[in-house]
């Protein structure tokens, strides 16, 4: 699949507009962006003629970008690896990351990456690769991990996080039967001192907030009492969802950073109870809204089964 060039309709509405103003106004291009388009020769084409950024555009022409990477990253290894592809395009790489998998190279972690992964499926189809993640898992969080393919894919999920336009939908188990149908988690995180990973609930923290909502009440084998909880982080702090239940005093079951050992519950499960199962957010060249969901990984299969009705309720999760 190429991702060397996207080709918009002008529309009656952007009859008009200077080619700078439309990549501006209307792609909400950065100044790099830009800038890298007008030193390239056939970087900004209008109905397939070279133009510059002071030309005029009008309805039903077609404006053509090369909005491509010419070398890949060079600190990325690449190394293959099964990757669980939900959707793809020139634009947006929208994939389900399995648990133990780390989004992108850190300490100790420099080659066993969805990264890695990325950069392997690329370079066997000949195509520079850029890790552009716009949204990170921690490494025993499975799920939705959304990857722009370009760079003004990447400008563009920037500001719409910033403006709270891309949402996504969380599966938790939590420790213990938490009261109540749903509600919210106001509650502000910051960094523990003297810790680079931990965080915490502080009035000096930044602002967090989660909702979250109760999809059944169960029961572990050892009658630990459970609850599965879908829950949305409105913002994105690190470790949000994790700090806001055990601020709760309902920890992520399998979150011994947060949590508590439960007897024989947290055997259930070896990592976290935390699936990233759904994202929704507006297309950054179609501007059309998308909603992709991943199905839960085998591991969390065993706590479905902790629950009522899970054959009829959870189905669709599967």
Request: glycine content about 8%.
């Given at each position: ?26 792609l ?103 890790f552009?993640?716009?949204?990170r ?12 393919k ?51 609930v ?24 459970l ?92």
């Open positions: 699949m190429r991702t060397d060039s996207h080709t918009y309709l002008i529309t009656a509405a952007e009859d008009g507009l200077s080619v700078k103003t439309y990549l501006r106004a209307v909400r291009l950065s100044g790099a962006q830009i800038t890298a388009l007008k030193q390239d020769a056939r970087g900004i084409l209008a109905d397939g003629v070279h133009v510059t950024v002071r030309h005029v555009l009008r309805a039903g022409q077609t404006l053509t970008l090369a909005l491509y990477d010419k070398e890949s990253s060079e600190r990325i290894v690449p190394r293959k690896m099964p990757l669980y592809i939900l959707y793809e395009d020139d634009a947006v790489l929208v994939l389900n990351k399995p648990p133990y998998v780390p989004t992108h190279p850190s300490h100790g972690h420099f080659e066993d990456t969805l990264a890695n992964g990325l950069a392997y499926l690329f370079a066997q189809r000949g195509v520079p690769f850029v552009r993640s716009c949204s898992l921690d490494r025993d969080t499975s799920g939705v991990v959304t990857v722009a370009t760079r003004a894919a990447a400008y563009h999920f920037q500001c719409a996080h910033t403006a709270g336009e891309v949402h996504k939908e969380y599966l938790a188990v939590l420790c213990g039967h938490l009261p109540g149908a749903g509600g919210e988690i106001s509650a502000p995180i910051r960094r523990v001192e003297d810790s680079v990973i931990t965080r915490t502080a009035p000096d923290g930044a602002p967090a907030l989660t909702r979250w909502r109760m999809c059944a009440r169960g029961t572990a084998p050892d009658g630990t009492p609850s599965l909880v879908a829950a949305q982080p409105v913002t994105g702090r690190t470790h949000q969802l994790r700090v806001h239940f055990a601020h709760l005093g309902y920890p992520i079951l399998g979150d011994f950073l947060y949590g508590r050992e439960l007897s024989g519950a947290e055997a259930l499960i070896t990592r976290q109870a935390l699936h990233c199962r759904m994202t929704a957010f507006a297309h950054p060249v179609s501007g059309r809204y998308m909603t992709l969901s991943a199905a839960v990984p085998e591991d969390f299969l065993p706590l479905l089964r902790c629950f009522d009705k899970q054959e009829g309720a959870f189905v669709q999760w599967h």
